[in-house]
């Protein structure tokens, strides 16, 4: 694990985006998603835009059809028991036409990204219809 | 007059052949490569090989303008070889398909090439530049079994293909970014992927073995198991065909067929010989074959005197010496392909068979 934190990088710009982003959704009504890639270059980790995006619709349009992405995100729920609950999970996108290349680049990184993001979970989605069940997945936790 | 060359390039089964835009290389497959043939004087020579496939080569083609050369096989995966001063250099495409590759054909513009499988899919391969990868997306619905055969229309974005389910479709394989938008035609308006422009069976749901549009693309004529060829002219998007006609003929399977001009299909099968078709909308019909019987190449090593019939009721029990047949091609031909035109109609076509042959034929 310490092998990774060697490879990849995060600038303390992106850290701090990072540390704001999980402390700052957790109030918020809507959903809040933020995109990050890595740099094939560089091996930098950092923010795809710099927009959150509350619509899930919108966050499967930005999402390239032949690239893995990690995705952020914050989404606040009513469980059946009536509680309120705002779950931050990390999505895994890696569809099936990406290169052996960057597949492995991504999964090295998917741990370093799953400890510097501090979120409870990883859901792998294959391509951006997927979204639309994550809902579904949220609540299935227990 | 029709006249011939031959090329008897070995004694091994030919799957598919393809051309260079000069015509002055011939790629052939055989077996589980591909070799390079180079025109030197009236003959072919073998220049180069192509080694990668672990399985049988299905099928070759060689882009006209950018000379690359794209091949798919039973073992599942396509390559595409561009040349390079130090030879051919194969990038493996992943077609992520569990079954045999039957066909591949490149786009008219040459940016997309299409597999046919065993897989009940069609893989649509495009380069993609932002991760120097080759991306292939698959044509799924409604295809019931194995793909035969794939051809282009002229717009690059419209695909016809022949499958043993007894089915000729026109798919869209519109992708963004790649294609630009295809104007309105007769199969369609607006087309996203994997849409399905027309389904076609013939008279008795036999296997289509081999298609192709028209030269303009206004028509689709495909060749099936129950020795017919079907033309089909659409009738506009969403409208009934305005003719489907059907050419039945007492020869055995065609498998293979191109257009020779809007009224004029030349296709080849199971008999060992080119046949020509002529028609319309009105109707089609057989017109002949492209060989003249009796040839005199062919009967010179026959000589009938009493001498020669004895020695063959010695030799080999029989009177007559009949073991070789009276075509040029001695086994099924597998490919018919356009090699020559001459004002909008094709002067000049080869086909490649069973026997190892690559015959060059004049209309």
Known sequence: MSSESRLYTFSTETKDKLRKFRLGTSRAKDPQAVIYQIDKKSLEISQADDEVYTNLQELGDELPDHSPRFVLLSYPLTLSSGRLSVPYVMLYYLPVTCNSELRMLYAGAKELMRNTAEVGKIIEIDTAEDLEEIEGKLKGEP | ?363
């Open chain 2, 1 to 363: 007059m029709p006249s011939s060359e031959v090329h008897h390039l070995f004694h091994h089964p030919i799957a598919d052949h393809s051309f260079s835009a000069d015509r002055q290389t011939l790629a052939v497959a055989r077996d589980n490569n591909v070799e390079l043939y180079a025109r030197s004087g009236g003959k072919f020579a073998l220049q180069d090989e192509l080694r990668g496939h672990d399985k049988t080569v299905t099928g070759v083609d060689i882009a006209p303008r950018s000379g690359r050369i794209v091949t798919c096989s039973q073992d599942r995966n396509a390559y595409v070889w561009e040349p390079s001063p130090s030879g051919w250099k194969p990038t493996l495409v992943l077609l992520r398909i569990n079954r045999a590759a039957t066909s591949v054909r490149w786009s008219p513009s040459e940016a997309k090439f299409a597999v046919g499988s065993g897989a009940r899919v069609i893989a649509v391969c495009y380069f993609e530049e932002e991760n120097n990868w080759w991306v292939s997306k698959h044509l799924k619905k409604p295809i019931r079994s194995t793909v035969t055969s794939v051809s282009w229309h002229p717009n690059s974005v419209l695909l016809a293909a022949g499958s043993t389910d007894g089915h000729a479709r026109v798919f869209s394989s519109f992708i963004k970014g790649v294609d630009p938008r295809p104007e309105p035609s007769t199969w369609g308006e607006r087309l996203p992927f994997n849409t399905v422009c027309g389904e076609y069976l013939n008279g008795t749901a036999g296997w289509v073995h081999g298609c192709a549009f028209s030269p303009r693309g206004d028509a689709l004529a495909f060749t099936a198991h129950d020795s017919s060829i079907t033309v089909v002219y659409p009738g506009g998007p969403d409208q009934p065909p305005k003719a489907v006609v059907s050419v039945g003929t007492q020869v055995l399977p065609l498998v293979s067929l191109v257009w020779t001009s809007e009224s004029e299909i030349v296709a080849a099968g199971y008999d060992c010989e080119a046949f020509k078709f002529r028609g319309d909308e009105q109707g089609w019909e057989l017109t002949g074959s492209v060989e003249s019987k009796g040839r005199p190449g062919l009967t010179d090593q026959r000589e009938e005197s009493a001498l020669n019939m004895f020695r063959q009721m010695d030799l080999k029990g029989k009177v007559k010496d009949d073991t070789q047949l009276n075509t040029v091609h001695q086994n099924t031909i597998s490919t018919v392909r356009s090699y020559a035109e001459n004002g909008g109609s094709v002067s000049k076509f080869t086909t490649s068979g069973v026997d190892g042959r690559v015959v060059v034929w004049s209309l």
